[in-house]
């Protein structure tokens, strides 16, 4: 069923949405959950969270693409457990290194201003990674939207490790540079 049509079911209120949703995009939930979590129950719980989400917010939202809709709900919900999980104690694994390694050039948000300030960040992350090129954008969503490994990188694009660690260690570079070029405090 192409996604305009789900997306109507959910208008409509219709509960078939969420098994066609579930058919068509249960695989890439559960990926990027299990990405996140690395637990089968946590994934599978994030992901029927998802569905949850998106029948809550359409309406009045109507997603352009579903997919990244989906997307974004697993991925905030996975987060959310998974700093649930280790608030008492911080894991390893490529979530917690990710998000280290992007500390040093994106800002965390401690205030209410810097909550409200948020979209405009993500206005100048969006203009940053569109003048990347096409491959230092790939590998930089693959490692800090997905969490994906280096060596995970380095195998799906053909690079060598030190190649992507040098890539994403650049682009980290740059985009501290232009975060600061554009008055954002790090």
């Known amino acids: 069923m192409e996604d305009v049509a789900i997306v109507e079911l959910y208008w409509q209120r219709q509960e078939r949405a969420i098994a066609e949703t579930k058919t068509k995009y249960d695989a890439y939930c559960n990926a990027i959950a299990w990405r996140i979590l690395n637990d089968a129950l946590d994934a599978e719980e994030c992901v029927n969270d998802t569905y949850l989400g998106a029948w809550n917010a359409m309406p009045p939202h ?17 987060l959310k457990r998974w700093r649930a999980r280790s608030a008492a104690k911080r894991g390893a694994g490529e979530v917690a290194l990710s998000l280290d390694e992007l500390e040093e050039c994106v800002p965390t948000a401690d205030s209410a201003q810097e909550y409200l300030e948020a979209a405009e960040l993500a206005r100048m992350l969006d203009t940053f990674l569109g003048g990347l090129s096409a491959d230092d954008r790939r590998m930089f969503v693959c490692r800090y939207w997905y969490f994906d490994s280096v060596a995970e990188i380095s195998e799906r694009f053909g690079f060598s490790l030190s190649k992507v660690k040098m890539s994403l260690k650049r682009t980290r570079d740059k985009l501290a540079n232009y975060l600061e070029q554009e008055g954002v405090n790090l």
């Open 62 to 78: 109507r997603p352009t693409s579903l997919r990244t809709f989906l997307g974004k709900i697993t991925r905030n919900l996975s």
